[in-house]
């Protein structure tokens, strides 16, 4: 085996900071715990997910930390860095600057630059040194938020090798959290820069690791270890050339490993060396025989199998070959970041109700045909959506009318109140009662206005312009309602545009919502648990209001002013900054019904967080909407390409889809490929109109997931005429970002019944005499297949909208039933279908391309980037 020297450290072991979990079930764990357990090793970092998130937001005015001032500062504090001189850390930046002044580089920045820079140097030991940082932060993040089991065992076994890498043996947690985010940045920055690089070049198929680790991290992540799931927190070295066994020794006796290290190669996949990038442009010296690439940090994947090979010569030795199968995730649509916040709690309810039902299924028993339970656990999805909306109810309280301060009387009116003497000079001159009872009368009317003077020069109570008071009052009252009134408008507009024939009167609950709109806010999480538990009918009424939450929510979270004029919270916020700034996990806190805020700014900052996560989450979500009218075959569709043998199919009532179900693709993953195949109703069914509501629902997932919606638009071979649910589907197609498939079924149907009608016709016509195993016979059928077919796609045009548009959006012909199924009948099977003629099924195949359920499968996996 031939190893490049500069992959293994002479004389010592390389740190490899690694973090793993068992795949299968521990003693006394269930199968979801160990799922669970392997998914904190999986998941996403909170430093990339924060990266998505601000860059696709903010590509271009991202804030960057002085890059130079942390390279100074680890230089100063990491005993890895601090062997470099003066000249040596400042040769990166007069190189980047050198190579961009000569436009070598377009479109990067300086600081990526010198981050690849400094980290593809071999003079120091730049990428193990980043690799403890991040473990020792993610560890903190883990006892922060008392997420991880048994977290001892899984790093014990790196810890002192850690702190002495970063210089702060027993150092407080602040002290290692400090020196951690220096390393961040530059981690953030290289990040960034191999991304960048590796967007140019060819990346090859594989990858090849040569290390030399310590037995106790061997012995803790990978030896007998098949399965475990693994996160590379250190960015690694690779080559494209694959190590081969032979006869020389590629050491010298001094450079022999010992009892306490291993020799070890990593095998990387395609999945992993997709994340590569060849780096011999940024390296000095660089040799040109072979091509160094170099990882980024948070390489995760699989053990999937460990081979010991063995040296031959005089210094015979052992190599344990790894191979690592990288975890395929998809990549988070950039659209679906930048989409409205409304809109990613539209998207976040649809996708973490569905995905949360138990699927249907055709029997009484625990568990549904095929072993699928009938019972799920909820997502993180929904969860993040119910803590959103709590939080959101701690931060925000309604706008109520302003106390009216007290509104004073003129100096003038004080001063003429309870003034009598006018009225009593009038009936003393009528009178003629004489000037002494004028003066009398006004002697008083001056000590009553001198009074009243000084009471309102006092702010006596008496002299308050009470009316004045109580119609200003009733004046900011009817102001605040009119508030809350336009509010709940954006709810009122988004259950209106759903057009739903059974929500016939919404005014109810946009009553209620607008007289105490925190308290609608609060009854979100009891609504997502009614809504599993409820009825088919009861689903569309209560997702058709959580809709309108979800509108006027998303207002007030994005500073609508319309929504905020009604509210006193401290919303808008940028929900990159309640993730970018922090170091806990990336799903903020769990907000639960007993969770306490501190004060309303810390709740908005958790929903604006929680809010974030939704977003990432739906960026990644991928669905495949099966449609079209009822009795088509959408169903069985989806149930014989993907295996899922809880979607019940036939004729008979009970075979009718009566819901929107959502089934995670084989392979899917909840966290890392949620991909989803989702089964419709047919729409059109007057008597059921939940069904037709149901689907109108689904029209928002075109905007709500842009880019992320797969249309599966199923038609009948046949004459077709347009059909209320094709006018639906149609508008669902029209969105920008939605793809569409089209899938023919029931040709088989369709030809033996036309054929039925014409061969007779041909038996005493043109093929009077002849024989049917004459050749004029298939060539006479190919004719007429080959005219049905164009009549098929003339129908499909028709249905679709558009002659050719069909095919430009994907036609592919498919029976998954009926006598065209199977190859070969069994006699034992009473109800198995032969086809009606022993040519019908292989040339029916050839002139339609109809597809078997396999190719239907790797045809619908591509289509939908898979």
């Not at 953030?188 to 030399?212: F, H, S, V, W």
């Not at 009891?526 to 009861?538: F, K, N, R, T, V």
């Not at 279908?833 to 339609?848: G, I, K, S």
């Amino acid at each position: 085996m031939q190893v490049a020297s500069s992959s293994l450290s002479p004389g010592r072991a390389c740190p490899l900071y690694v973090r793993s979990a068992v795949a299968t079930p521990l003693e006394g764990e269930t199968e979801l715990e160990a799922k669970q357990r392997c998914h904190r090793v999986l998941r996403e970092p909170p430093l990339l997910s924060r990266l998505h998130l601000h860059g696709a937001r903010h590509p271009d005015v991202a804030p960057r930390q002085c890059l130079r001032n942390v390279v100074t500062e680890l230089h100063w504090r990491c005993p890895e860095l601090s062997c470099l001189g003066a000249e040596a850390l400042e040769e990166p930046w007069a190189w980047a600057q050198r190579e961009l002044s000569a436009g070598s580089f377009p479109g990067f920045s300086q600081e990526e630059l010198v981050a690849l820079r400094l980290c593809s140097s071999e003079q120091v030991n730049v990428l193990s040194s980043m690799g403890g940082a991040l473990l020792e932060l993610e560890d903190l993040a883990l006892a922060a938020s008392t997420i991880g089991t048994s977290s001892s065992s899984r790093t014990g076994t790196t810890s002192r090798t850690r702190n002495q890498t970063l210089g702060v043996s027993g150092a407080a947690p602040s002290e290692v959290r400090e020196l951690g985010r220096l390393w961040k940045t530059l981690g953030k920055e290289l990040i960034k820069g191999i991304d960048r690089l590796r967007q140019k070049q060819e990346r090859p198929n594989k990858l090849y690791c040569a290390l030399r680790v310590s037995r106790q991290t061997w012995d803790a992540h990978f030896s007998g270890r098949n399965g475990n799931a693994v996160c590379f927190f250190s960015p690694l070295r690779a080559s494209e050339r694959a190590p081969k066994v032979g006869t020389g020794s590629p050491r010298s006796a001094g450079n022999a490993a010992t009892e306490d290290t291993i020799d070890c190669v990593l095998e990387l996949d395609g999945t992993i060396a997709n994340e590569a990038a060849n780096i011999e442009a940024m390296m000095s010296g660089a040799e040109d025989n072979e091509a160094v690439w170099l990882l980024p940090p948070y390489v995760r994947g699989y053990v999937r199998s460990l081979e010991v090979q063995r040296y031959a010569g005089q210094f015979a030795s052992d190599i344990q070959r790894v191979r690592i199968e990288g975890v395929r995730t998809v990549q988070p649509l950039s659209d679906v970041l930048e989409a409205p916040d409304e809109s990613v709690l539209a998207g976040a309810l649809l996708v973490g109700l569905h995905a949360s039902m138990p699927p249907a299924t055709s029997g009484g028993g625990d568990d549904a045909a095929g072993g699928v339970p009938a019972e799920t656990t909820r997502p993180a999805l929904l969860a993040e959506v119910a803590g959103c909306f709590r939080a959101m109810a701690a931060a925000a309280e309604v706008r109520n009318p302003e106390v009216v301060k007290a509104m004073w009387k003129g100096y003038w009116e004080c001063l003429f109140q309870d003034v009598q003497s006018w009225k009593q000079l009038k009936e003393l001159t009528e009178t003629k009662t004489g000037v002494i009872g004028v003066a009398r009368a006004a002697v008083l009317d001056v000590a009553v206005a001198a009074r009243n003077v000084t009471m309102r020069s006092w702010g006596c109570e008496s002299c308050m312009n009470h009316d004045a008071m109580e119609e200003e009052r009733l004046r900011r009252a009817e102001r605040s309602e009119d508030l809350r009134r336009d509010a709940v408008g954006v709810a009122r507009d988004q259950v209106a545009a759903l057009q739903l024939e059974t929500l016939t009167d919404p005014e109810g609950f946009l009553r209620f919502l607008q007289h105490d709109p925190i308290a609608a806010f609060q009854a979100v999480p009891a609504a997502l648990e009614a809504y599993i538990e409820a009825g088919p009918a009861q689903r569309v009424l209560l997702f058709a209001k959580l809709m309108g939450l979800a509108a006027m929510a998303g207002g007030l979270l994005r500073g609508d002013p319309k929504v905020s004029a009604a509210f006193n919270s401290p919303f808008p916020l940028q929900q990159e900054a309640c993730l970018v700034d922090s170091d806990e996990e990336p799903e903020v806190k769990k907000v639960g019904a007993s969770h306490v805020f501190s004060s309303p700014e810390d709740a908005a900052r958790q929903a604006v967080g929680l809010l974030a996560q939704q977003r990432l989450r739906l960026a990644r979500t991928r669905l495949l909407i099966a449609g079209g009218a009822p009795d088509v075959g959408k169903t069985t569709i989806l149930r014989e390409a993907f295996g899922f043998e809880h979607f019940v199919t036939g004729l008979s009532r009970s075979g009718q889809t009566d819901e929107i179900t959502f089934a995670l693709h084989p392979d899917g993953d909840e966290h890392l490929r949620p991909v989803y195949a989702v089964d419709t109703p047919g729409f059109g069914d007057g008597e059921q109109m939940h069904r037709n509501d149901m689907l109108r629902l689904l029209l928002g997932a075109g905007s709500w997931l842009p880019g992320g919606v797969t249309l599966l638009w199923v038609v009948k071979a046949g004459r077709n005429v347009r059909q209320a649910a094709d006018d639906l589907l149609r508008k669902m197609s029209e969105y920008e970002n939605v793809k569409t498939l089209v899938v023919v079924t029931h040709v088989d149907k369709f030809f033996e019944e036309r054929y039925r009608e014409v061969g007779p016709q041909w038996k005493d016509g043109i093929l009077r005499g002849v024989s049917p195993k004459d050749v004029r016979w298939p060539e006479q059928r190919k004719k007429f297949m080959c005219e049905l077919k164009r009549e098929v796609e003339v129908g499909v045009a028709s249905v679709v909208g558009g002659e050719g548009e069909a095919h430009s959006r994907g036609l592919v012909y498919a029976c998954l039933g009926g006598w065209m199924v199977g190859s070969e009948v069994d006699e034992d099977d009473e109800f198995a279908q032969p086809p009606p003629w022993p040519w019908a099924r292989q040339e029916l195949t050839d002139c339609f391309n109809i597809l078997a359920r396999r190719e239907l499968r790797t045809w619908l996996d591509k289509r939908f980037g898979l």
